[in-house]
């Protein structure tokens, strides 16, 4: 029997702190030549009846998310200093097609007019990070109140916009004067990252009620730090797992000063999460999902929520080469308000402890898994690759609309259904404007994309999870970090040429779903 005639998603949801097996559970079968026999010919996919009885609360927030580095150019201007990224670009061989992020979608000038779009979309919600080094361009130190001036005029355009301002604190681009002071697996970092949060609360906190402090800090100090795939490309264990511990106490005292300095705040996160399924049934491989469930999504959520980490690590837990501190527990222990957490592609888990060397998949865009010569850390053994059961996106990530709904559910059951926040989803294609159709974007399989993946969404919502926003990664085509500008995730396409924007047909389609709470 043909195993695409069933139905792609099934009402089963899955157990434990493991979700259940790795294939396409099947609940009904589907007749013969019927419309959602079509649809499941793409192993994974949502049936369409269910795409079109999805619907969205009243009030739910729709939105759009950005990274300072990836949009704003303007790489020196108003007394910025250097970033670890600005330093990445302009090394040669560092960034495929060999551009830099300097001009980049040059939004530090063009925010009004990106605003403008995003309300033309009918957007509740703006997603943004601030670029660490324009308000200490050395990392410490009082503001530059160039930069402070600016995004206090960008946030008045957002709310003018009807734009819920929703700050990401850091997205990676970390001051240079900071990695030559030892980068994150310097302690010292906590401190003076908890103060530069406290500034911006200080002086933006009137307007931002909604603060998340590190995008996706695994990526941060893994991938940069434990295998050198992002800036600032170092390569050493003992470096991750002290820069993971650093952004933990950062993580915590960031909340404590953010709320010091403005009563409105609510401070939440912006996790890279992808939902791990066990590559087999037996134990081994099970505990290895919940150990990549541990530290690759929830790692710094236990840690703020719990003030200790989850049991990620295979035996006694490293603490001693993490650089843990007698009551570090208590500088961790910070709750945070809502969870916020991204949603690309799943991974398949397998047990590597009695692996010598490990390969996992190579780096590719978002976070997957790399692992250096000497193979993966000798601490969690797990080995994560992403299937390729579903097809691929251009940017190479795989389509898995179901992960959506197991990872809302799973994180739901396991923190007593907090408010969530899922602040980055999209997909990479490159489709342009086409001449032959007065130069609209049609980008039919982002539509796919997002039809998919929001009706999975949905029947999490439906199922009890209490999502109050979704931000699409991302309003307009960026600087995609070591792939420079050969990946397009925008709603809004970019001519790098002359900063031109185009809204993409899957940008009109998301913003009648914003005006309709359908997926119409
Ligand atoms: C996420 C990053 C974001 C962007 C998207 C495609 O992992 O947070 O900056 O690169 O992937």
């Not at 170092?234 to 993580?251: E, I, P, Y």
């Not at 993946?453 to 009890?464: F, M």
């Amino acid at each position: 029997m043909n195993r695409r005639r069933f139905l792609g998603t099934s009402l089963a949801a899955a157990g434990g702190a493991v979700l259940a097996g790795r294939g396409i559970a099947r609940a009904t079968a589907i007749p013969e030549g019927s419309l959602m026999q079509e649809a499941l010919e793409t192993p994974g996919a949502v049936p369409q009846a269910q795409i079109a009885a999805a619907r969205f609360p009243e009030g739910f927030l729709w939105g759009t998310a950005t990274a300072a580095f990836q949009v704003e150019g303007a790489w020196k201007e108003d007394g910025k200093g250097e970033s670890i990224w600005d330093r990445f670009t302009h090394t040669p061989g560092k960034v495929k097609g060999g551009t830099t992020a300097d001009v980049a979608c040059d939004q530090y000038h063009l925010y009004a007019q990106d605003m403008a779009l995003a309300k033309r979309l009918n957007q509740k919600s703006y997603r943004f990070s601030i670029s660490w080094p324009r308000i200490q361009p050395t990392g410490t130190g009082a503001p530059n109140m160039k930069g402070i001036d600016h995004y206090s005029k960008f946030l008045d355009t957002m709310l003018e916009q009807g734009l819920r301002p929703f700050c990401t604190i850091y997205h990676w681009d970390l001051p240079q004067a900071l990695e030559e002071k030892g980068g994150w697996p310097n302690r010292d970092l906590a401190g003076y990252y908890a103060d530069y949060a406290g500034i911006l609360a200080k002086h933006l906190g009137d307007r931002i009620t909604i603060w998340a402090p590190f995008n996706m800090p695994w990526s941060v100090a893994y991938m940069g730090y434990g295998v050198g795939a992002l800036a600032p490309c170092r390569a050493n264990f003992d470096d991750f797992l002290k820069a993971a511990h650093t952004l933990a106490l950062a993580q915590a005292q960031a909340l404590r000063s953010i709320k010091a300095a403005s009563s409105k705040a609510t401070v939440g996160s912006a996790y890279g999460m992808c939902p791990a399924y066990p590559k087999t049934d037996s134990e081994a491989d099970k505990a290895a999902a919940a150990r990549y469930h541990a530290m690759n999504n929830v790692f710094f959520l236990e840690a703020a929520m719990k003030g200790s980490y989850p049991k990620a690590f295979v035996g006694e837990p490293p603490f001693d080469r993490m650089g843990v501190r007698p009551g570090d527990e208590k500088i961790m222990h910070a709750p945070l308000d809502w969870v916020g957490f991204h949603y690309y592609t799943r991974r398949i888990v397998s047990d590597a402890s009695h692996a010598q060397t490990f390969s996992g998949g190579g780096f590719s865009g978002t976070e997957i898994e790399a692992d250096p010569a000497t193979g993966r850390d000798p601490y969690t053994r797990f080995r994560a690759e992403m299937p390729t059961e579903g097809p691929l996106t251009e940017s190479g990530l795989e389509v898995w609309p179901r992960g959506m709904y197991d990872l809302v559910t799973q994180i739901s059951r396991e923190y007593d259904h907090p408010i969530i926040e899922i602040t980055e989803s999209g997909c990479g294609y490159l489709d342009a404007p086409y001449e032959k159709e007065n130069g609209r974007v049609p980008d039919a399989r982002r539509i796919e994309w997002f039809r998919q993946e929001l009706a999975e969404l949905s029947r999490a919502i439906a199922d009890g999870a209490r999502v109050r926003s979704f931000h699409a990664w991302s309003l307009i085509d960026n600087f995609e970090w070591g792939n420079g500008h050969t990946e397009r995730y925008g709603l809004i396409y970019v001519d790098y040429r002359d900063q031109k924007r185009t809204i993409k047909d899957s940008g009109l389609w998301y913003g009648r779903v914003a005006a309709t709470n359908r997926l119409v």
